[in-house]
Structures are given as structure tokens and as C-alpha cells.
């Protein structure tokens, strides 16, 4: 389990996080907004993403929460710029990174619904690929990820290096 656990760890945080910020910072405001042909914003979008983490997040602590509502309808829109954006991101998967650190250190073996932690990678990584190729197409932009190392050989690299997973919680 503590491969899984590595392996999620690393995609989630040294994988989609880059590309994520990397793709944003490129947008004006007003890009991030746009709601072409009744679809969602780019920043709307984002935001998705967040909420979703941040759910997962709070079941690590508590993994009886309920919440009133689904996100699949959850795209706000808050013209806001792309640096404050950023700085969502950046909060919501740090926030993140250390839930699932104390979850996965515990020694009272706090339990992670490996279905929900599957969920939240694929999720992540499939609106990650909604927002960079609609940033490439409206920047006409070419990001090359994978020349510039977020590849999936310095991923897997990363991985088997890393001996454990108490260094994600800042020991």
C-alpha cells in the first residue's frame, strides 16, 4: 500500500500540481472567465478541481463527513486573476499534501478509501487535460511537459527513490 500511496503522492503534487500552475499563469483574466458555447471556464474549472481536493482532504480527518451537496455542478466563477488563482491552487493541494501525510504517517492507521484516492487522481488528472489543451488552443501555446521533466520516466524515477512517505509531511 505504501507504493500506491508514493505513486499518488508524486502524481498529484510533483505531477499535475506543475502543469496546473504552469498552464494557468499563461491566461488574462478575462480568458480564465470565458464560458465559450455554454462550457465552463477554465477557472471554473479549476476551481472544480479544488473542491474536489479539498473534499478529499477533509475525509482524511474525518472520514465519516458528509456533505450537502455533489460538485458536479460546482464551477464558480470569481473573475479573479490568474496569480490569486495560483495561490488557491498552490493552498488546496499544500493543505492536501499534508491531510494525506498524517494520514498515511499515522500510527492509529487512519484508513483511506483507496476508491476515493483512485477517484481523486483520475479526476485530478482528467480536468487537468480539459484545462491545458483549452489553454493551448486559445494561447496557441505547446507547454512540452514532458521535455522539460514532468514525464512519466522522472515520475516513476521520483517515485522509486523516495524511501518513504514521512518527508511529505515536512519531517
Same mark, same amino acid.
Given at each position: 500500500? $505504501?507504493?500506491?500511496?508514493?505513486?499518488?503522492?508524486?502524481?498529484?503534487?510533483? =505531477?499535475?500540481?506543475?502543469?496546473?500552475?504552469?498552464?494557468? $499563469?499563461?491566461? =488574462?483574466?478575462?480568458?480564465?472567465?470565458?464560458? @465559450?458555447?455554454?462550457?465552463? &471556464?477554465?477557472?471554473?474549472?479549476?476551481?472544480?478541481?479544488?473542491? =474536489?481536493?479539498?473534499?478529499?482532504?477533509?475525509?482524511?480527518?474525518?472520514?465519516? #463527513?458528509?456533505? %450537502? @451537496?455533489?460538485?458536479? @455542478?460546482?464551477?464558480? !466563477?470569481?473573475?479573479?486573476?490568474?496569480?490569486?488563482?495560483?495561490?488557491? #491552487?498552490?493552498?488546496?493541494?499544500?493543505?492536501?499534501?499534508?491531510? *494525506?501525510?498524517?494520514? +498515511?504517517?499515522?500510527?492509529?492507521?487512519? %484508513?483511506?478509501? #483507496?476508491? &476515493?484516492?483512485?477517484?481523486?487522481?483520475? !479526476?485530478? /488528472?482528467?480536468?487537468?487535460? $480539459? +484545462? +491545458?489543451?483549452?489553454?493551448?488552443?486559445?494561447?496557441?501555446?505547446?507547454?512540452? *511537459?514532458? $521535455?522539460?521533466?514532468?514525464? %512519466?520516466?522522472?515520475?516513476?524515477?521520483? #517515485? @522509486?527513490?523516495?524511501?518513504?512517505?514521512?518527508?511529505?509531511? /515536512?519531517?
Amino acid at each position: 500500500m $505504501q507504493l500506491v500511496f508514493k505513486i499518488t503522492y508524486h502524481r498529484m503534487y510533483d =505531477h499535475y500540481l506543475p502543469k496546473l500552475l504552469q498552464t494557468i $499563469q499563461v491566461l =488574462h483574466t478575462e480568458e480564465l472567465w470565458e464560458q @465559450e458555447k455554454g462550457m465552463n &471556464s477554465i477557472g471554473g474549472i479549476v476551481l472544480h478541481i479544488c473542491e =474536489h481536493i479539498k473534499r478529499n482532504t477533509a475525509r482524511y480527518a474525518n472520514p465519516d #463527513i458528509k456533505f %450537502e @451537496e455533489g460538485i458536479e @455542478e460546482y464551477f464558480p !466563477h470569481l473573475d479573479i486573476s490568474s496569480n490569486p488563482l495560483c495561490s488557491i #491552487i498552490e493552498e488546496t493541494f499544500a493543505n492536501w499534501k499534508r491531510a *494525506f501525510a498524517k494520514a +498515511v504517517n499515522s500510527k492509529n492507521k487512519i %484508513e483511506i478509501d #483507496i476508491h &476515493s484516492l483512485f477517484h481523486l487522481v483520475e !479526476h485530478t /488528472g482528467y480536468h487537468l487535460g $480539459q +484545462v +491545458v489543451d483549452r489553454v493551448k488552443r486559445i494561447r496557441g501555446t505547446k507547454f512540452d *511537459f514532458c $521535455q522539460k521533466g514532468l514525464n %512519466e520516466r522522472n515520475l516513476k524515477d521520483m #517515485i @522509486e527513490n523516495d524511501s518513504d512517505l514521512s518527508r511529505i509531511n /515536512g519531517q
